[in-house]
T-cell receptor, first 114, second 112 residues
Framework: AQSVTQLGSHVSVSEGALVLLRCNYS??????LFWYVQYPNQGLQLLLK??????LVKGINGFEAEFKKSETSFHLTKPSAHMSDAAEYFC????????????FGKGTHLIIQP | IAGITQAPTSQILAAGRRMTLRCTQD?????MYWYRQDLGLGLRLIHY???????GKGEVPDGYSVSRANTDDFPLTLASAVPSQTSVYFC???????????FGEGSRLTVL
């Protein structure tokens, strides 16, 4: 069985500050890992994904994430927050088959302070 | 490119009524999914289909049914709606090998 834990249901940062959203996973097989973003009243949009290639993954809008097997983590970062980054962020895990969908974390609401 | 189309976008429904949420994809993906999103609980898988003609149960299947008569369509049916089924429902599809999901815009359902 696989699971995802996102630390912090709400994270608040100042505009221009570092964004760090934490994700730890549990998986019985080597995982695929994903970060999705959801803007208000919209569906989920893929930010980036790890599929066993490079451990540092770059995504859209300046976000990146690093897969650390020893820590079972896949934290999402962005060097400088913009007001437009305010949204809900979801970490998700899949096994190599990907056949039964993704298991999602409960989400982290990112608040950007002006 | 349409991707995933869901209908209706929003619906208010009386308890006990039957409701079908529609989902159509134009990407020819084999796998399709239905998730529900509830505040504080994230997204939970209701049902999935790995290919046309097959379906499977997810984490929260009770009270829901699905069918997959062809590759493009994956309707979700609530046979007799209850207030606890008030939620936002997302349909998604994927190419099985990567597991990446492509989502629709969601259907907001309120059961009174």
């Amino acid at each position: 069985a696989q699971s995802v834990t996102q630390l912090g249901s709400h994270v608040s940062v100042s505009e221009g500050a570092l964004v760090l959203l934490r994700c730890n996973y549990s998986s019985s097989v080597p995982p695929y890992l994903f970060w999705y973003v959801q803007y208000p009243n919209q569906g989920l949009q893929l930010l980036l994904k790890y599929t066993s290639a490079a451990t540092l993954v770059k995504g859209i809008n300046g976000f990146e994430a690093e897969f650390k097997k020893s820590e079972t983590s896949f934290h999402l970062t962005k060097p400088s927050a913009h007001m437009s980054d305010a949204a809900e962020y979801f970490c998700a895990v899949s096994d190599l088959r990907g056949a039964d969908g993704l298991t999602f974390g409960k989400g982290t609401h990112l608040i950007i302070q002006p | 490119i349409a991707g995933i189309t869901q209908a209706p976008t929003s619906q208010i429904l009386a308890a006990g009524r039957r409701m079908t949420l529609r989902c159509t994809q134009d990407m020819r993906h084999n796998a399709m999914y239905w998730y529900r999103q509830d505040l504080g609980l994230g997204l939970r898988l209701i049902h999935y289909s790995n290919t046309a003609g097959t379906t499977g149960k997810g984490e929260v299947p009770d009270g829901y049914s699905v069918s997959r008569a062809n590759t493009d369509d994956f309707p979700l049916t609530l046979a007799s709606a209850v207030p606890s089924q008030t939620s936002v429902y997302f349909c998604a599809s994927s190419e099985t090998r990567t597991g990446e999901l492509f989502f629709g815009e969601g259907s907001r359902l309120t059961v009174l």
